[in-house]
């Protein structure tokens, strides 16, 4: 019975970080670094393509590359998202992301799920006979997102990713 009281009074939040977590946060933190250099890269591909569409949304070679950029960003992000989202959690529960930051990033992970639901239904229909509306809406849609992302990586590089760092180091 003391056992069992012992293991309901003992939290994982009271007790000093396990030893595996520090090194695994930190990687998850070095690794989204690197994967936002990345995104970086592509993200001003991306807005390349959408640009150029936007120009001239009659131009399939515009189109196709426009499309190609989508599907090699489109592979990678959700995940991702994920590994960021459990990150913000992680820190969330600390009290290391302020309430402004933590509102901020929910209204833009909402915005990232409607722009990435539209390219998905639009980019459907690319390979078919389209007007050059439906280019243009992608294009348009294309550029919205990779706005978006530029902010987004720049708010974690910015903001949340020295947060976690601070809240795990300074355990």
């Avoid at 309901?8 to 989204?32: D, F, G, H, Q, Y």
């Avoid at 294009?139 to 987004?152: E, I, K, M, N, V």
């Amino acid at each position: 019975m003391d056992a069992k009281n012992f293991a309901l009074r003992k939290s994982p939040c009271n007790s000093p970080l396990p030893e595996l977590e520090v090194p695994m946060i930190n990687t998850m933190v070095a690794c989204l670094g690197v994967e936002h250099r990345k995104l970086n890269g592509l993200d001003m591909r991306r807005a390349l393509a959408a640009s150029r569409l936007a120009d001239d949304p009659g131009a399939i070679t515009a189109s196709q590359q426009a499309l190609e950029v989508w599907e090699e960003i489109r592979q990678d992000l959700w995940s991702h998202l994920q590994i960021e989202d459990e990150l913000v959690s992680w820190g969330e529960a600390r009290h290391a992301i302020p309430s402004a930051l933590l509102d901020r990033l929910k209204n833009e992970r909402q915005e990232m799920r409607n722009l990435i639901t539209t390219l998905h239904e639009r980019s459907l229909g690319l390979d078919h006979e389209l007007t050059a509306d439906d280019r243009s809406a992608f294009a348009q849609t294309l550029l919205a997102l990779a706005r978006t992302l530029d902010s987004h990586v720049e708010r974690y590089d910015g903001g949340v990713l020295p947060s976690i760092l601070r809240a795990l180091f300074l355990k």
